[in-house]
């Protein structure tokens, strides 16, 4: 009776690997991406990848606000079209923003019209979207959902920083939020690539209180999801081609890779971390690099899902990093809670471990 | 996860890894372009001394020049940049001040002139006017305390 309990249900028979992992039974697939991105991200060493890059931060709009917004409906919206679908077709649309209340989703999904499942997970949310949206497919309730999450530069920086014009030095591990969105449709069936497994993060904070200080702040969460993931899967990181983290830049992948080794694996030969990838952090003065949601959004959606299209990258672990701070609790002197979830993301299915 | 820290201890092991300011360069930067934007003001003083202004209304002058200054160059957006590059040199002098206040106007002027505009004008000057007025307070009375 007690190992029943530890296993879980007879239902759950091989769905639940260990207490974090999620293994889809039948892995839905990832139908079509959508990447936009800003005129910053447009100029860095990813720009061939984008779908849409901004000629102006306000995309035609009259606030920040808005233009975040619309970013998202538009990756949404092309998503969408690239998947041969209409908005009808799609059954739920999952999305999240790190604006209060998480605005851009939902004044996004005002008007898609899709039934709209809202999260907030910050920067994290790209692969908890992923992660909800298989979910609902393997469990039957879906036969295609939507999967977007969005940032921006300036809305950003006006809820958890300075005005823009304030003449100020920025620290030098600070990270650039980055101006972007990116959709995925996932369905039920489909060519690929797969989501295989999903682990769910747990939230940790070790105590980091600087607000400019993300990528320290966020590290030690992602090691315990990804050292969670390979010890559940019994994979090994040379099973995937790339572990990449979402926006932990430069101070964060340091941190990662000082930290692996501790816990049993050496991951320095496929790991990468979006925020570091994004700009170019000399010629671009972004410091440690890029961060928010549209970090991980747009580099899955654009690098990430080109990539494995061509066939250049067949397994993915992403594991998207969020801060759970506000500006409130920064001003309250709290330290910052960190989550990372992690996705897998597959060519094939059923191939190794 | 093994790795087990207390936040102390997390501290100490990041702070390697953490990239160091330029301290030699940033000085050296706010040093020159904090004098720099005195020297502006030294000049503006004595022109305005030259045309036989009294003491005070050369003060006022300056200081209204100053204020003008960091406020149209914030407007025009080149003050961020400097800012960017002298750090507390372009922040210390009353330029900064009026930097300090025309930068969240221009960046809350979409919330409109009441909630936006002159709600949140002060977030950033509102601290620096409580506390240097009570400051400037506490002093006049220690002075008439002592003064008698």
Same mark, same amino acid.
């Given at each position: ?8 249900? /007879? ?88 604006? &209060? ?24 949310? +790209? ?82 209180? /600087?607000? &400019? &200080? ?45 930290? +692996? ?15 570091? +990838? $994004?700009? /170019? ?19 899955? &959606? ?5 990539? +494995? ?29 960190? $989550? ?14 | ?24 360069? =940033? ?5 020159? *372009? ?11 003083? =004595? ?6 202004? =009294?003491?005070?209304? *050369? ?10 200054? @960091? ?9 961020? #940049? ?6 507390? @040199? ?11 206040? *025309? ?6 002027? #979409? ?16 601290? *620096? ?13 220690? #002075? ?5």
């Amino acid at each position: 009776m007690r190992k029943k309990f530890l296993l879980g249900s /007879d239902r759950m028979a091989g769905k639940r690997l260990g207490k974090q992992t999620l293994k889809f039974s039948s892995p839905p697939s990832v139908i079509s991406n959508a990447a936009i991105a800003g005129p910053k991200e447009g100029e860095g060493p990813l720009s061939q990848y984008f779908d849409l890059i901004l000629t102006d931060d306000y995309f035609g709009e009259d606030s920040w606000e808005k233009a975040e917004s619309k970013m998202l409906k538009e990756a949404v919206k092309s998503a969408v079209k690239a998947s041969g679908r209409s908005n009808t077709n799609i059954d739920f649309m999952f999305a999240g923003d790190l604006l &209060n209340q998480i605005i851009s989703s939902s004044f996004a999904a005002r008007e898609l019209q899709i039934p709209y499942i809202g999260l907030y997970g910050a920067c994290s949310t +790209m692969a908890e979207s992923l992660c909800m949206g298989a979910l609902m497919i393997d469990g039957g309730f879906a036969e295609a959902v939507v999967c977007a999450t969005s940032s921006h530069f300036c809305s950003a920086e006006r809820q958890y920083r300075f005005p823009l014009e304030q003449g100020v030095q920025r620290s030098p591990f600070t990270q650039w939020t980055v101006t972007g969105a990116g959709a995925a449709v996932v369905a039920e069936a489909g060519t690929g690539p797969y989501i295989t497994h999903a682990t769910i993060g747990k939230v940790l904070d070790f105590g980091i209180k /600087d607000a &400019n &200080n993300m990528g320290a702040a966020m590290a030690p969460a992602a090691v315990d999801t990804i050292t969670a993931h390979l010890n559940e899967t019994g994979r090994k990181p040379e099973y995937y081609d790339l572990i990449i983290t979402g926006d932990l830049g430069k101070v964060g992948k340091a941190i990662i890779l000082d930290m +692996m080794p501790k816990e049993g694996f050496d991951i320095t030969k496929v790991y990468n971390d979006c925020g570091s +990838m $994004i700009f /170019d952090s000399e010629k671009q003065d972004t410091h440690a690099g890029g961060s928010g949601c549209g970090c991980a959004a747009v580099v899955l &959606n654009g690098y990430i899902a080109k990539e +494995m299209k061509r066939g250049n990258i067949n397994k993915v672990l992403l594991i998207a990093t969020g801060a759970l701070l506000s500006p409130t609790t920064t001003w309250q002197g709290e330290s910052i809670p960190c $989550i990372a979830h992690a996705v897998a993301i597959e060519n094939a299915i059923g191939v190794g471990v | 996860m093994k790795t087990k820290m207390s936040s102390k201890q997390y501290e100490k092991y990041i702070k390697d890894k953490l990239p160091k300011p330029a301290y030699l360069k =940033n000085c050296i930067a706010a040093f020159i *372009v904090g004098g720099l934007i005195c020297d502006v003001a030294q000049f503006i003083s =004595n022109t305005a001394k030259s045309y036989g202004y =009294n003491q005070e209304a *050369v003060s006022s002058i300056t200081a209204a020049s100053m204020v003008f200054l @960091g406020a149209f160059l914030t407007g025009i957006g080149i003050y961020d #940049r400097i800012g960017k590059f002298a750090g507390a @040199g372009s922040i210390v002098p009353i330029t900064g001040f009026a930097n300090s206040m *025309v930068s969240p106007a221009m960046e809350f002027k #979409r919330e409109g002139f009441v909630f936006g505009v002159g709600a949140k004008m002060f977030i950033l000057a509102g601290p *620096v006017l409580v506390y240097g007025i009570s400051a400037s307070i506490l002093i006049g009375i220690i #002075r008439y305390l002592l003064g008698k």
